[in-house]
């Protein structure tokens, strides 16, 4: 349809969400809620010098480790 993979997907995904409407999961809400929140606290601590600090790194890590736990539990997501 287009001349990249991505612009297929998008497009595809257009046309049927125009056919059908696609329904979205509370799971999905979730996510999308967390991922924005970690890419903004991402953006807003490289902002300063573009290397994350090892307790930056060390933050970040143990905030997906949390989600991924509380993931399993059933507690997010």
């Given at each position: 349809m287009t001349a990249s993979p991505v612009g297929d997907t998008l497009v595809g995904g257009g046309v049927a969400a125009f056919v059908s409407p696609l329904?979205?999961?509370g799971t999905a809400l979730e996510t999308l809620v967390w991922l924005a929140g970690i890419?903004?606290?991402i953006v807003a601590a490289l902002w300063s010098g573009r290397v994350l600090s090892r307790l930056e790194e060390i933050a970040f890590?143990?905030?997906?480790?949390a989600r991924w736990v509380l993931g399993l539990f059933g507690l997010l997501g």
């Open positions: 329904a979205v999961s890419s903004i606290a890590t143990l905030s997906e480790v």
